[in-house]
């Protein structure tokens, strides 16, 4: 089993960057593949980023395309989400999870998953 646990949000302006991490406890953490997804008020949860558990096969929203980017060092058992040209859009809980019996992007599927952290943007 896999314990997640995110870091790194906060409040930030249009324009501003943010790094997320992601600290994994368990042997296992490389064995799988970690996606980030994010929830907004109101909204459902959408997928944002995903690695797979050999670095560097990586998908992205088409939304956060070029503005986000994942990675992880199983070394250190941590994914990290690096969050740049940030719109108030982004502002939602941010996420990561692992272990998905499912398509990457397939959320219901993943089996292990942090509490979230907290990013705002402000316009």
């Known amino acids: 089993q896999v314990r997640l646990v995110e870091s790194g949000g906060g409040l930030v302006h249009t324009g501003d960057s943010l790094r997320l991490s992601c600290a994994a406890s368990?042997?296992?953490?490389?064995?799988?593949?970690v996606a980030w997804s994010r929830q907004a008020p109101g909204k459902e949860r959408e997928f944002v980023a995903w690695?797979?558990?050999?670095?560097?096969?990586?998908k992205y929203a088409e939304s956060v395309k070029g503005r986000f980017t994942v990675a992880r060092n199983n070394a250190d058992n941590t994914a990290s989400l690096q969050m740049t040209s940030l719109k108030p859009e982004d502002t939602a809980v941010y996420y990561c999870?692992?272990?998905?019996?499912?398509?990457?992007?397939?959320?219901?599927?993943?089996?292990?998953w942090g509490p979230g952290t907290q990013v705002t943007v402000s316009s």
């Open positions: 690695i797979s558990w050999t670095s560097p096969d990586t």
């Open positions: 368990g042997r296992r953490f490389s064995s799988y593949s």
């Open positions: 999870a692992a272990y998905s019996t499912g398509r990457y992007d397939s959320l219901k599927d993943y089996h292990f």
